[in-house]
């Protein structure tokens, strides 16, 4: 299942998968199995807009012997029944072509590069998540950006001097120090 970001096998009491805030899909495929036989509502997510026309690995579709409708504001993808189980496509209204899967969830403009599912504003600290490291600012807020800022730089003499704004890596997350991994 390495090659799987989500995958869905051999749960035979699970009825609905829920996850409403899931809206992109970046690295990997979806795998979901009829050995799930009480699994609804897995034919209603918008599998192909959150790969953004990535190939779906293996999706059974044909296990849903128990009906799923989804609630009406939610234009037919849905994760359950419920009012709040909408999916949300994070590119209604913009342009795929131009936008990717970055597209602002409820205008028409294109977020920022560094953005994975949409955001709520423009620029790199408006992203529902990152498409590369995490880096939290001094006033709390989040930045997406594709690396984390080297620890070192060259001064105006070209020799390596510690960058005051430099970061380590951890994970997904850009942190001062040490101390700062889990908060």
Known sequence: FNKYALAINSNAGLQYFKAP???SIELGTVYITASSPQLRCSNKIGWSDMMAGRPITNITTGLESNPCTCDSSCNGKCFGP???ECYK???L???AIQCGK???LTSSFCCHAQCAGGCSGRGD???VSCVGKRDVLANGDVRCVASCPA???LDAQFREVANPAGRYNYKLDC???CSDVGQ
Do not use: A, D
């Open 175 to 177: 942190v001062r120090n």
């Open 93 to 95: 209204g913009c342009s």
């Open 21 to 23: 805030q899931l809206r």
């Open 151 to 153: 620890l070192t730089r």
């Open 125 to 127: 600290t408006h992203c």
């Open 89 to 91: 496509n994070t590119y």
């Open 82 to 84: 419920g009012l709040g």
């Open 102 to 104: 970055r597209c602002n």
